[in-house]
């Protein structure tokens, strides 16, 4: 056991833990925070493999950005707990997790029987996921990507605004 | 350094995890979380093999998803609003008639 293993081992667990707390809580605000912890967790494993930028802009925009806006919408909308309905596909749920269970098998079988090992032998040249060296790359090879989600943005910008807008004159529905 | 395939197997994990969200799930805002999981599952394999191959370009897409999934929740969760307003539920069973 070295210590790199006892690292990822602890991190691993708390990642897929928090995975399944999100799965499982009854509360959407629980569910939302547990997400939040993993998002750091994975923000950890992105610092291990090497993208610091990376890391830090996952930590920044997801779990701060997004989550916030997530934990927004829920306690707008007070819709924190849902109550039971009666299940419309009974045979759904475990259907569910049997294909989930399976999904994961196949692939860890694929992974570690039929790829090989994928071993990353080389370290890495000095500030490889540096904020300049991303940077460089983002704004060289990828500038015509980069530009078009700009247009992305501002097409989500919009359409939130437009599908949330009250609406005045149907006074009829 | 780990194998790194250890990295993508905990993706592979974490992907079903989401997925399995998506499907025993009838809250509307937890099932949009666990698509979020997913795409997180989705980064860190794309972080993993850009260690591999030592090539920035599998950062360079992780930060195209991120921003694609902040466009997207913005959206989504626009849709939820205004389906609530209609419905005053996000129960995703109730929202099986086409019409209103």
Avoid: C
């Avoid at chain 1, 605004?161 to 006074?171: D, V």
């Avoid at chain 2, 949009?32 to 599998?58: D, P, T, Y």
């Amino acid at each position: 056991m070295t210590p790199e293993l006892i690292t990822f081992i602890l991190l691993a667990s708390i990642a897929v833990a928090s995975g399944l707390g999100m799965l499982f809580s009854r509360n959407a605000v629980y569910s939302a925070i547990y997400l939040i912890i993993n998002f750091i967790t994975v923000a950890v494993f992105y610092l291990l493999l090497g993208g610091a930028f990376i890391a830090v802009s996952q930590v920044a925009v997801y779990a701060g950005a997004i989550m916030v806006l997530f934990l927004f919408v829920i306690m707008l909308l007070g819709a924190e707990k849902l109550g039971r309905s009666g299940d419309t596909l009974p045979w759904q749920r475990p259907l569910a997790i049997i294909l989930g269970l399976g999904l994961v098998a196949e692939t860890l079988y694929i992974l570690f029987f039929q790829a090989g090992e994928l071993v990353a032998l080389k370290d890495l040249p000095e500030g490889f996921g540096s904020p300049s060296s991303v940077g460089s790359v983002l704004f060289q090879e990828y500038l015509l990507p980069f530009e078009v989600t700009s247009i992305l943005l501002l097409v989500a910008m919009i359409g939130a605004i437009i599908l949330t807008r009250q609406e005045k004159k149907n006074a009829g529905r | 350094m780990l194998p790194v395939s250890y990295y993508v197997g905990l993706s592979a994990v974490l992907f079903a995890i989401g997925a399995l969200g998506v499907l025993i799930r009838r809250n509307a805002i937890i099932i949009f979380m666990s698509i979020e999981l997913m795409l997180n599952a989705a980064n860190l394999a794309f972080v993993a093999f850009a260690r591999v191959h030592e090539a920035l370009s599998g950062q360079i897409f992780v930060f195209f998803v991120i921003t694609v999934a902040a466009a997207e929740v913005a959206v989504g969760l626009a849709l939820i609003v205004a389906i609530f307003r209609n419905k005053q539920s996000i129960d995703v069973d109730q929202m099986s008639s086409l019409k209103g």
